[in-house]
């Protein structure tokens, strides 16, 4: 049973557009949302993460939205740049010493 | 701070043959955890612990063993390789406490062939 679904698989945006990736959870008691940067050959890096008390976290062109009542959180990626062309992970957890559950990951390539 | 640290890189084994992938981290996280990627799959965890002498399986962890002997160290090994075990294995630890809590660091990762 997949606990956090991601779409889309893969996505392309030109330079300058924004860049949108959603997932959708299951487990209600799941309270860190995090998303996850991997280059090529390099291993997945934290981009930015949100807790369900907020519904929208922003830093820099990164923009969390998040709908508790709908059980989905998303990433917009504003004005994507080619180095922003990776593949990028949501993640889900319970805060603690509780395992991440990732989704199956977005392969983002940003065209000039 | 090193971080998190593998080795080998790269790794090709032959059906049928053992092997240990060995994870060390210097930021003296107690969380530490064993996933493997594979095209399409995302990250399945494979093992994690808690702390020193504390292991527990995750969504794929046969043909998988772990121990967790100090804090720093999380060896993964392959009792009998196979070739549905050819894939990219990361190792990650996190701290669940303090001002970067929950922020899970990665490895640069293992790629493991299995012929």
């Known amino acids: 049973q997949q606990q956090v679904k991601q779409s889309p698989q893969s996505l392309i945006v030109q330079k300058g557009g924004i860049s949108i990736i959603n997932c959708a959870y299951e487990n209600t008691a799941f309270d860190y949302f995090p998303w996850y940067q991997q280059f090529p050959g390099k291993g997945p890096a934290l981009l930015i993460a949100i807790r369900p008390d907020v519904s929208e976290k922003k830093e820099g062109r990164f923009t969390i939205s998040f709908n508790k009542s709908a059980k989905q959180f998303s990433l917009h990626i504003m004005d994507s740049q080619p180095g922003d062309s990776a593949t990028y992970f949501c993640?889900?957890?319970?805060?603690?010493?509780?395992?991440?559950?990732f989704g199956k990951g977005t392969r983002l390539s940003v065209i000039a | 701070n090193a971080g998190v640290t593998q080795t080998p890189k790269f790794q090709v084994l032959k059906t049928g043959q053992s092997m240990t992938l060995q994870c060390a981290q210097d930021m003296n996280h107690e969380y530490m955890s064993w996933y493997r990627q594979d095209p399409g799959m995302g990250l399945r965890l494979i093992h994690y612990?808690?702390?020193?002498?504390?292991?527990d399986q995750g969504e794929v962890p046969n043909g998988y063993n772990v121990s967790r002997s100090t804090t720093e160290d999380f060896p993964l090994r392959l009792l009998s390789a196979a070739p549905s075990q050819t894939s990219v294995y990361f190792c990650?630890?996190?701290?669940?406490?303090?001002?970067?809590?929950?922020?899970?660091?990665f490895g640069p990762g293992t790629r493991l062939t299995v012929l």
């Open positions: 990650a630890s996190r701290n669940p406490r303090g001002q970067r809590y929950n922020e899970q660091f």
């Open positions: 993640a889900a957890s319970i805060i603690g010493n509780t395992p991440l559950v």
């Open positions: 612990s808690v702390g020193a002498g504390i292991t």
